[in-house]
């Protein structure tokens, strides 16, 4: 699933994940792998209830699995301590979800740098972070705008630059366009794809938007468990 001789930067091998139901047991993912190199991007498409974005929390750190691995650059993440995984997601993982969960109080810049401002910068040298990314997302002209202000497209634009301020290598994103409307979600899709090859990124993207996923580098479907190749009809 990766390219030879690539550098995989996440990697899962064999995952497992079961929920209790009652007597039954629910068994969401079954041996499933994968391998992100650095600069590609996957997206992972499935019905509602495969385990998409169960597996997504699992890669971030979020989750554990119930057998199998996590690595990052070859290492098992899950033999981390909870401190040493929390700084390990703040400081190498960038997540973007569907609903943009941007503090309503805090200004773009300010929401931008949260994460650096959590990893302990000053306000003045996280919002340093923060505004190249801002200018690259197109809101420089609207740092001191709070969320209430902003259009749905550019809340959007401020939860990815938040996401990238601590210039992660993964970034995860779960349907991060799926709230948005049709020429909205083709511009943050686009943009997200720039910054993944532009800033050499393994990026995991779940998502039901057939345009996002056909331009992606792997396309696949979480089905039984397993992720196979996502076929045209799937598109």
């Not at 300010?110 to 990314?133: F, I, S, V």
């Amino acid at each position: 699933m990766s390219e030879a001789g690539a550098d995989i930067i996440l990697e899962a091998r064999s995952l497992e994940k079961v929920f209790a139901s009652g007597q039954e047991k629910l068994r969401i993912l079954d041996g499933l792998d994968l391998a992100v190199p650095g600069g590609r991007s996957l997206a992972i498409l499935g019905a509602s209830g495969s385990g998409k974005s169960t597996l997504l929390y699992i890669l971030g750190g979020l989750e554990k699995p119930s057998g199998g691995q996590v690595l990052y650059e070859g290492r098992e993440l899950f033999s981390r301590s909870e401190e040493d995984l929390a700084a390990w997601r703040n400081r190498v993982v960038g997540f973007v979800f569907q609903f943009h969960h941007l503090l309503n109080d805090f200004t773009a810049l300010e929401n931008a740098a949260l994460p650096a401002r959590l990893a302990g910068y000053p306000p003045e040298a996280a919002e340093a972070l923060a505004r190249p990314l801002l200018d690259r997302v197109g809101l420089s002209a609207r740092l001191t705008h709070k969320p209430g202000e902003l259009s749905g497209g550019e809340q959007q634009r401020v939860a990815l630059a938040r996401a990238l301020v601590m210039s992660p290598r993964i970034l995860l994103a779960d349907e991060p366009t799926g709230n948005l409307d049709l020429k909205s979600a083709g511009a943050v899709n686009g943009l997200i794809l720039e910054l993944v090859a532009e800033k050499k990124l393994a990026a995991v993207i779940v998502t039901h938007n057939s345009q996002l996923a056909a331009l992606v580098d792997q396309p696949m479907e979480l089905n039984a468990g397993r992720l196979a190749p996502a076929g045209r009809e799937a598109l």
